[in-house]
Protein backbone atom coordinates (compact mmCIF):
# COMPACT_ATOMS: atom_id res chain seq x y z
CA UNK A 1 0.00 0.00 0.00
CA UNK A 2 1.26 3.14 -1.19
CA UNK A 3 2.75 5.53 2.18
CA UNK A 4 1.66 9.24 2.18
CA UNK A 5 4.01 11.20 4.51
CA UNK A 6 1.30 13.85 5.59
CA UNK A 7 -0.23 16.08 8.29
CA UNK A 8 -3.60 16.55 8.86
CA UNK A 9 -3.00 20.24 8.39
CA UNK A 10 -0.76 20.64 5.30
CA UNK A 11 -3.10 21.93 2.09
CA UNK A 12 -0.48 19.99 0.02
CA UNK A 13 -0.71 17.49 1.45
CA UNK A 14 -4.90 17.38 1.68
CA UNK A 15 -4.39 18.19 -2.02
CA UNK A 16 -2.59 14.64 -2.48
CA UNK A 17 -4.74 12.58 -0.25
CA UNK A 18 -8.33 14.55 -2.03
CA UNK A 19 -6.17 12.97 -5.10
CA UNK A 20 -5.78 9.33 -3.57
CA UNK A 21 -9.32 9.28 -2.19
CA UNK A 22 -10.96 10.29 -5.53
CA UNK A 23 -9.60 7.81 -7.22
CA UNK A 24 -10.36 5.10 -4.92
CA UNK A 25 -6.54 4.32 -3.88
CA UNK A 26 -6.24 2.99 0.07
CA UNK A 27 -2.97 4.68 1.30
CA UNK A 28 -1.17 4.67 4.91
CA UNK A 29 -0.99 8.10 6.16
CA UNK A 30 2.22 8.64 8.45
CA UNK A 31 3.04 11.89 10.57
CA UNK A 32 7.04 11.58 10.03
CA UNK A 33 8.66 12.34 13.33
CA UNK A 34 10.99 15.66 13.48
CA UNK A 35 8.77 17.56 11.14
CA UNK A 36 7.91 19.96 14.09
CA UNK A 37 10.97 20.56 15.56
CA UNK A 38 12.81 20.62 11.91
CA UNK A 39 15.05 17.99 13.11
CA UNK A 40 15.53 14.66 13.95
CA UNK A 41 14.07 13.49 10.90
CA UNK A 42 14.41 9.62 10.26
CA UNK A 43 16.35 8.43 7.29
CA UNK A 44 13.04 7.03 5.19
CA UNK A 45 11.57 9.84 5.55
CA UNK A 46 14.79 12.02 4.30
CA UNK A 47 14.88 9.58 1.70
CA UNK A 48 11.45 10.27 -0.02
CA UNK A 49 11.38 14.54 1.25
CA UNK A 50 15.33 15.44 0.92
CA UNK A 51 13.88 19.00 2.40
CA UNK A 52 11.74 17.37 5.22
CA UNK A 53 8.47 18.58 3.89
CA UNK A 54 5.19 16.89 3.83
CA UNK A 55 3.97 15.39 1.35
CA UNK A 56 5.94 12.63 0.25
CA UNK A 57 4.94 9.38 -0.67
CA UNK A 58 5.98 6.32 -1.06
CA UNK A 59 4.87 3.56 -3.68
CA UNK A 60 7.02 0.57 -4.16
CA UNK A 61 10.67 1.80 -5.61
CA UNK A 62 8.99 5.29 -6.11
CA UNK A 63 9.69 8.45 -4.20
CA UNK A 64 7.88 11.76 -4.56
CA UNK A 65 7.90 14.64 -2.97
CA UNK A 66 6.28 18.10 -3.63
CA UNK A 67 2.41 18.21 -3.84
CA UNK A 68 2.13 19.25 -7.76
CA UNK A 69 4.62 16.06 -8.21
CA UNK A 70 2.95 13.42 -6.24
CA UNK A 71 -0.31 14.65 -8.17
CA UNK A 72 1.40 14.44 -11.86
CA UNK A 73 2.35 10.94 -10.57
CA UNK A 74 -0.57 9.75 -8.98
CA UNK A 75 -2.73 10.62 -12.47
CA UNK A 76 0.16 8.68 -14.69
CA UNK A 77 -0.08 5.96 -11.71
CA UNK A 78 -3.99 5.96 -11.52
CA UNK A 79 -5.25 7.05 -14.49
CA UNK A 80 -8.46 6.49 -13.24
CA UNK A 81 -11.23 8.50 -13.08
CA UNK A 82 -9.13 11.14 -14.79
CA UNK A 83 -8.70 14.37 -12.57
CA UNK A 84 -7.18 16.60 -15.34
CA UNK A 85 -8.84 17.81 -18.56
CA UNK A 86 -8.22 16.57 -21.70
CA UNK A 87 -6.52 19.30 -23.74
CA UNK A 88 -3.40 20.77 -23.31
CA UNK A 89 -4.67 24.16 -23.08
CA UNK A 90 -7.74 23.25 -20.45
CA UNK A 91 -4.73 21.10 -18.83
CA UNK A 92 -2.23 24.09 -18.52
CA UNK A 93 -5.33 26.48 -16.85
CA UNK A 94 -5.88 24.22 -14.22
CA UNK A 95 -2.44 23.43 -13.12
CA UNK A 96 -1.67 27.71 -13.19
CA UNK A 97 -4.68 27.69 -10.66
CA UNK A 98 -2.73 25.09 -8.53
CA UNK A 99 0.16 26.99 -8.92
CA UNK A 100 -1.37 30.27 -7.95
CA UNK A 101 -3.38 28.62 -4.92
CA UNK A 102 0.29 26.99 -4.09
CA UNK A 103 2.59 29.82 -4.19
CA UNK A 104 0.45 32.95 -3.81
CA UNK A 105 -2.53 31.73 -1.82
CA UNK A 106 -0.99 29.76 0.49
CA UNK A 107 1.25 32.23 2.45
CA UNK A 108 -1.43 33.96 3.43
CA UNK A 109 -3.22 31.30 5.60
CA UNK A 110 0.69 30.15 6.84
CA UNK A 111 1.11 33.67 7.43
CA UNK A 112 -2.14 34.13 9.54
CA UNK A 113 -0.89 30.56 11.55
CA UNK A 114 2.39 31.82 12.58
CA UNK A 115 0.82 35.07 13.93
CA UNK A 116 -2.19 33.63 15.33
CA UNK A 117 -1.00 29.84 16.45
CA UNK A 118 2.85 30.56 16.62
CA UNK A 119 2.29 34.27 18.06
CA UNK A 120 5.41 35.68 16.42
CA UNK A 121 3.43 39.24 16.52
CA UNK A 122 1.47 40.64 18.83
CA UNK A 123 -0.59 44.14 19.13
CA UNK A 124 0.20 46.20 16.52
CA UNK A 125 1.86 44.37 14.14
CA UNK A 126 -0.11 41.23 14.66
CA UNK A 127 -3.00 43.58 13.46
CA UNK A 128 -1.60 45.12 10.67
CA UNK A 129 -0.23 41.54 9.52
CA UNK A 130 -3.54 39.95 9.99
CA UNK A 131 -5.61 42.88 8.12
CA UNK A 132 -3.22 42.98 4.86
CA UNK A 133 -3.54 38.68 4.65
CA UNK A 134 -7.75 39.33 4.66
CA UNK A 135 -7.25 42.26 2.27
CA UNK A 136 -5.04 40.10 0.14
CA UNK A 137 -7.30 36.68 0.53
CA UNK A 138 -10.29 38.86 -0.03
CA UNK A 139 -8.51 40.28 -3.86
CA UNK A 140 -7.88 35.95 -4.74
CA UNK A 141 -11.43 35.28 -3.54
CA UNK A 142 -12.10 37.90 -6.60
CA UNK A 143 -9.40 36.12 -8.94
CA UNK A 144 -10.82 32.63 -8.44
CA UNK A 145 -14.28 33.94 -8.82
CA UNK A 146 -13.57 34.96 -12.33
CA UNK A 147 -11.54 31.79 -13.08
CA UNK A 148 -14.33 29.63 -11.87
CA UNK A 149 -17.02 31.81 -14.15
CA UNK A 150 -20.07 30.33 -14.91
CA UNK A 151 -18.62 26.74 -14.44
CA UNK A 152 -19.80 24.10 -11.96
CA UNK A 153 -16.00 23.12 -11.01
CA UNK A 154 -13.04 25.11 -11.79
CA UNK A 155 -11.89 21.89 -13.91
CA UNK A 156 -15.08 22.61 -16.16
CA UNK A 157 -18.01 19.92 -16.17
CA UNK A 158 -16.03 17.89 -13.61
CA UNK A 159 -14.59 17.77 -10.38
CA UNK A 160 -10.56 17.87 -10.78
CA UNK A 161 -6.78 18.85 -10.72
CA UNK A 162 -7.61 22.55 -9.71
CA UNK A 163 -10.73 22.09 -7.62
CA UNK A 164 -8.42 19.68 -5.21
CA UNK A 165 -6.07 22.57 -5.22
CA UNK A 166 -8.51 25.03 -4.07
CA UNK A 167 -10.67 23.63 -1.77
CA UNK A 168 -7.71 22.93 1.08
CA UNK A 169 -6.66 26.54 1.23
CA UNK A 170 -10.41 27.94 1.14
CA UNK A 171 -10.99 25.59 4.07
CA UNK A 172 -8.04 26.74 6.17
CA UNK A 173 -9.63 30.14 5.45
CA UNK A 174 -12.33 29.35 7.38
CA UNK A 175 -10.32 29.07 10.54
CA UNK A 176 -9.39 32.61 10.71
CA UNK A 177 -12.81 33.93 9.67
CA UNK A 178 -12.20 34.61 5.88
CA UNK A 179 -14.31 32.83 3.61
CA UNK A 180 -16.82 33.42 0.16
CA UNK A 181 -20.22 35.09 0.76
CA UNK A 182 -22.29 31.67 0.78
CA UNK A 183 -24.63 32.75 -2.10
CA UNK A 184 -21.77 33.75 -4.22
CA UNK A 185 -20.53 31.62 -7.26
CA UNK A 186 -17.22 30.76 -5.12
CA UNK A 187 -19.44 30.07 -2.44
CA UNK A 188 -21.86 27.32 -3.63
CA UNK A 189 -19.21 26.53 -5.34
CA UNK A 190 -16.68 25.34 -2.25
CA UNK A 191 -20.28 23.99 -0.21
CA UNK A 192 -20.61 21.63 -3.25
CA UNK A 193 -16.69 20.60 -3.31
CA UNK A 194 -16.77 20.30 0.62
CA UNK A 195 -19.71 17.35 0.32
CA UNK A 196 -17.95 15.36 -1.98
CA UNK A 197 -16.24 12.40 0.68
CA UNK A 198 -12.51 12.63 -0.53
CA UNK A 199 -12.76 16.59 0.72
CA UNK A 200 -15.26 16.25 3.50
CA UNK A 201 -12.71 13.14 4.92
CA UNK A 202 -9.73 15.03 4.48
CA UNK A 203 -11.38 18.56 6.27
CA UNK A 204 -12.76 16.01 9.12
CA UNK A 205 -9.10 14.86 9.68
CA UNK A 206 -7.52 18.55 9.84
CA UNK A 207 -10.72 19.63 11.94
CA UNK A 208 -9.82 16.71 14.14
CA UNK A 209 -6.33 17.94 14.33
CA UNK A 210 -6.98 21.32 15.34
CA UNK A 211 -9.23 20.11 17.99
CA UNK A 212 -6.64 18.19 19.93
CA UNK A 213 -7.31 14.92 18.31
CA UNK A 214 -4.13 14.50 16.51
CA UNK A 215 -1.47 14.55 19.70
CA UNK A 216 -2.28 17.62 21.34
CA UNK A 217 -4.11 20.17 18.32
CA UNK A 218 -2.31 23.48 18.41
CA UNK A 219 -3.23 24.46 22.25
CA UNK A 220 0.43 24.79 23.33
CA UNK A 221 2.22 25.22 19.91
CA UNK A 222 3.41 28.97 20.94
CA UNK A 223 4.76 27.61 24.55
CA UNK A 224 6.49 24.90 22.48
CA UNK A 225 7.98 27.29 19.80
CA UNK A 226 9.09 29.66 22.83
CA UNK A 227 10.97 26.75 24.40
CA UNK A 228 12.93 26.37 21.00
CA UNK A 229 11.44 22.80 20.45
CA UNK A 230 9.61 24.10 17.03
CA UNK A 231 11.67 25.45 14.21
CA UNK A 232 9.76 26.74 10.92
CA UNK A 233 10.35 26.50 7.60
CA UNK A 234 10.69 29.85 5.92
CA UNK A 235 10.71 29.12 2.37
CA UNK A 236 10.33 30.74 -1.02
CA UNK A 237 6.85 32.37 -1.28
CA UNK A 238 6.22 32.34 2.66
CA UNK A 239 9.32 34.15 3.43
CA UNK A 240 8.59 36.57 0.77
CA UNK A 241 5.27 36.99 2.38
CA UNK A 242 6.21 37.75 5.71
CA UNK A 243 8.51 40.35 4.91
CA UNK A 244 6.42 41.87 2.32
CA UNK A 245 3.68 41.66 4.55
CA UNK A 246 5.59 44.07 6.80
CA UNK A 247 7.03 40.90 9.45
CA UNK A 248 10.95 41.20 8.38
CA UNK A 249 11.22 42.07 12.19
CA UNK A 250 9.21 38.67 12.61
CA UNK A 251 11.74 36.67 10.67
CA UNK A 252 15.08 38.51 12.12
CA UNK A 253 13.59 37.98 15.86
CA UNK A 254 12.63 33.89 14.57
CA UNK A 255 16.82 33.76 13.55
CA UNK A 256 17.66 35.16 16.48
CA UNK A 257 15.77 32.64 18.63
CA UNK A 258 16.60 29.89 16.08
CA UNK A 259 12.92 29.09 15.75
CA UNK A 260 13.19 29.23 11.98
CA UNK A 261 14.58 26.88 9.46
CA UNK A 262 15.56 27.42 6.08
CA UNK A 263 16.23 24.20 3.64
CA UNK A 264 19.44 22.13 4.26
CA UNK A 265 21.41 20.83 1.67
CA UNK A 266 20.37 17.29 0.10
CA UNK A 267 21.97 14.31 1.63
N1 LIG B 1 6.09 22.79 -2.61
C1 LIG B 1 5.83 21.81 -1.60
C2 LIG B 1 5.61 22.52 -0.26
C3 LIG B 1 5.51 21.54 0.91
C4 LIG B 1 5.54 22.26 2.26
O1 LIG B 1 5.92 23.43 2.36
N2 LIG B 1 5.13 21.53 3.29
C5 LIG B 1 5.14 22.08 4.63
C6 LIG B 1 3.85 21.74 5.36
S1 LIG B 1 2.48 22.62 4.70
C7 LIG B 1 6.24 21.42 5.43
O2 LIG B 1 6.35 20.22 5.45
N3 LIG B 1 7.08 22.22 6.10
C8 LIG B 1 8.14 21.72 6.92
C9 LIG B 1 8.26 22.47 8.20
O3 LIG B 1 7.49 23.38 8.47
O4 LIG B 1 9.16 22.09 8.95
C10 LIG B 1 4.63 20.95 -2.01
O5 LIG B 1 3.87 21.38 -2.88
O6 LIG B 1 4.48 19.84 -1.50
Known sequence: MPLLYDHPLSPYAQKCKIALREKGVAFEARLPAGLGPGAGFERAFLEA?????VPALVDGEA???DSTIIL???EERWPEPPLLPSTPAERARVRMIEEAMDTHYEPINWGLGEIHFFRRAEGELAQALTESAAAQAAAWRRWLETQLGDRPWFDGERFGRADLSVAPYLN???GFGMQPEPESRLGRWLARANERPAVAQT???AAAFLAGGGGGGM???AELLA???FKREYRDHRLEWMIRSGGLSVVLEGLERKNIRFTGEFD
Open 49 to 53: SPRGE
Open 63 to 65: RVF
Open 72 to 74: DYV
Open 172 to 174: GSR
Open 203 to 205: AAE
Open 219 to 221: GQI
Open 227 to 229: KGL
